[in-house]
């Protein structure tokens, strides 16, 4: 059954994107996704937040086990999260568990990083390799932070102070790599300044050249020393709201400076130390540094701990206060910075959708850009009941990739060098061994009929495989995929890769792009589906679907075994809407409407079952164009895409069913199809 709900929103850009299960994807990035997922592990609440686009605030763990004692750290760690939180931001405490790079952290993670205490590494940058590659915990520094939540997507991270130059810097040449972590890494951290056991002079000057951006958050641009509240050296600015740091920071990414920002916030004025009592302690535990040798990483530590120690405890106690300040803090800045990024995206995309409106649609050969791969797909005989053993069964070599299965299915479908595919393959280097399955893949594409004038070669790389073991039933069990040659696609060169080149910048790690509109109720919906989702399920891919939609208004939504679910929302005109003048007004209408997946029999592999459902409702709309006059699309008109979608989707199935009946990754029996065969009809009566 056919649903509508209306809905105030932008005039979007009159494109498509068929995705599985909402993520964000071209083709060439599916699988090799994957790498960063296996690197990054996401708690629920951190995975939650980056995919609703809610703001988050990254926290480090070496205060955890360096910074402080057992429990006093336990108890900080949990009080500063509970702080973020408050304060409006999702916190994500990164650490390295069991040389897995974690970010967001269970109460549990967190309670054994702080007994571990010094026993786990302090991890700066240098170090991540060796941690991950050993299996060991190690706790992250500012600079380790810094990277990891930038690759996470994490944009502000809060934390104690930073480190800087050391004294006697010019016998030592001891400098932390949080200063030039800064100078590469665009994440703004939120601190109480420099260490005042460090030369915070030598430690500013440095951050200048590496072209840091410095300030106070305050009434003036005194920087803060960490304990004390001034340092007697002052930022390039001050800051007063954190409205106005979030857009600092957005400037920064907008125009890619690739280079941090340090904001200073005094510690407050109860919690502050005296000056000349902190400053006798820095000053005898200094000079036992020395005595003793204590230098690089240990060196902080040694000093934080011995100045606790010549205070009675009180170091301690301004510590724990002004890391929560700082969260606090951290925490508006990342919500503001949120609230403008949502802002920056809604304009950008109504300005897109208003210049793209006129573009004529076009009637020329479909152009696919992806990746092509070598499948090599081994497959049981008999049950895998147990892993870490052999089993009999059958090895094939076939061509795949998801790109060059929807470039040949469109070609058996459509007819003959009527599509043209863009890829890369590899290319044997003199002297290296020769690399037999690009020449192999390039001649096989051309005698299946797409154009393989624009696959390049390219000189040193491998050709992707895709090694993949199957269960007796034909259902993947594990797979290696080989896939780094794809960041070498010429996609720029292409004006019709627009679309998807958005999509794979929008994407991040792999979630959906989350533009929150108003709330709506999709319990109308939900018995379209019975049987097939759980309500739940499918309420939230409406939320989802309604998110993506401003982006791309019309959405293929593959469910696997499910079936497909087809979400469209197009312009209307609304009487109760009408302006000056008499002109109407316009409301976007939102039509869902979900479609079952047919029993198969006799399936022998379902890997590119999805793919030939994509080439036929590519094809499918590209004819139907011819339905539409003018230079509107057929999606673009309700009424005749509606009307058609019944076939498309009848098409698309029956496409995917003979492809899981064969062992190839598209069915050749796909040029004999009804759809096919009508298209061969047509293109007759044209002649």
């Known amino acids: 059954m056919l649903r509508a709900v209306s809905s105030r ?61 057992y429990p006093a750290n336990y108890e900080t760690a949990i009080a500063v999260e509970k702080v973020v939180r408050d304060n409006g931001a999702v916190p994500a405490t990164i650490a390295i568990i069991e040389g897995q790079i974690q970010i967001g952290l269970s109460q549990e993670q967190i309670r054994h990083l702080a007994k571990m205490g010094r026993e786990a590494v302090k991890a700066s940058r240098r170090d991540l390799a060796v941690v991950m590659a050993k299996k060991q915990t190690g706790a992250t520094t500012v600079s380790a932070t810094m990277l990891l939540a930038h690759r996470a997507g994490i944009s502000v991270f809060a934390t104690g102070g930073i480190g800087g130059v050391h004294r006697g810097y010019e016998d030592t040449m001891d400098a932390s790599a949080d200063l030039t972590e800064l100078g590469r890494t665009p994440v703004a951290v939120v601190c109480a300044g420099v260490k005042s056991i460090l030369d915070i002079g030598r430690t500013l000057e440095f951050l200048e050249t590496q072209g840091v951006t410095v300030a106070t958050y305050g009434s003036t641009p005194d920087f803060p020393a960490f304990f004390t509240r001034t340092s007697g050296f002052q930022s390039m600015l001050n800051i007063e709201t954190p409205k106005e740091a979030a857009e600092i920071i957005a400037a920064n990414h907008a125009v890619n400076l690739q280079s941090g920002i340090v904001i200073g916030v005094p510690i407050a004025k109860e919690d502050a130390m005296d000056d000349a009592l902190v400053g006798e302690a820095i000053n005898v535990a200094v000079k036992e540094s020395i005595e003793q040798g204590i230098v690089g990483k240990e060196s902080t530590p040694f000093l934080l701990k011995r100045v606790n120690e010549l205070t009675g405890g009180n170091s301690l106690k301004s510590n724990i206060a002004l890391v929560k300040q700082n969260a606090s803090i951290a925490a508006k800045i990342a919500k503001d910075l949120a609230a403008l990024n949502m802002r920056s995206q809604t304009r950008s995309y109504s300005t897109s959708a208003r210049r793209m409106k006129h573009t004529q649609a076009t009637s020329g050969p479909i152009m ?78 051309a005698q299946r009929g797409a154009d393989s004038s624009e696959i390049y070669p390219v000189p040193g790389a491998r050709t992707a495989t895709y090694t993949a073991i199957h269960d007796a039933s034909g ?86 075994a499910k079936g497909v679910l087809v979400f469209q929302r197009s312009e209307s005109a609304d009487d109760s809407e009408k302006g000056k003048g008499g002109q109407e007004g316009h409301s976007d209408v939102t039509w869902c409407k979900m479609f079952p997946a047919h029993k198969v029999e006799g399936v022998q592999n379902v890997t590119g079952a999805g793919d030939s459902f994509v080439a036929s409702v590519v094809t499918s709309i590209h004819n139907a164009e011819k339905l539409v006059s003018g230079s509107a699309t057929v999606l673009e008109d309700p009424a005749i895409f509606w009307d058609q979608l019944d076939g498309i989707i009848h098409d698309g199935q029956a496409a995917a069913i003979l492809t899981m009946q064969t062992h190839e990754s598209i069915s050749p029996a796909l040029e004999k199809t009804v759809q096919a065969e009508a298209l061969r009809r047509r293109r007759k009566l044209l002649q």
């Open 475 to 560: 259902n993947l069990v594990s797979a290696i995929a080989d896939m780094e040659i794809f960041d070498l696609v010429p996609i720029d060169k292409y004006e019709l890769a627009v679309m998807a080149k958005i999509a794979r910048e929008l994407m991040g790690h792999n979630k959906p792009v989350s533009v929150r509109s108003s709330a709506h109720d999709y319990s109308e919906f939900l018995h379209d589906t019975r049987g097939v989702l759980k309500e739940s399920e499918y309420a939230d891919l409406l939320r989802d679907a309604m998110d993506l939609s401003q982006l791309i208004p019309t959405l293929f939504i593959k469910l696997g």
């Open 9 to 69: 929103s932008l005039r979007m850009v009159p494109s498509t994107l068929l995705v599985g299960r909402l993520t964000v994807s071209s083709s060439l990035s599916t699988r090799r996704l994957s790498t960063l997922s296996s690197t990054l592990r996401f708690s629920d609440e951190v995975k939650a937040a980056l995919d609703q686009k809610k703001p988050l605030v990254a926290l480090e763990s070496t205060i955890i086990s360096h910074g402080m004692p």
């Open 368 to 445: 696919v850009i992806g990746g092509t791969v070598v499948d090599i797909t081994s497959t049981a005989s008999t049950a895998m009941d147990v892993l870490h053993s052999s089993f009999p069964g059958t090895t094939r070599h076939t061509l795949g990739g998801v790109g060059r299965n929807v470039a040949e299915g469109i070609s058996l479908i459509h007819g003959r060098n009527d599509v043209v595919f863009v890829s890369v393959v590899g290319e044997s280097k003199k002297g290296e061994t020769e690399d037999m399955f690009g020449p192999w893949l390039k001649n096989a594409i």
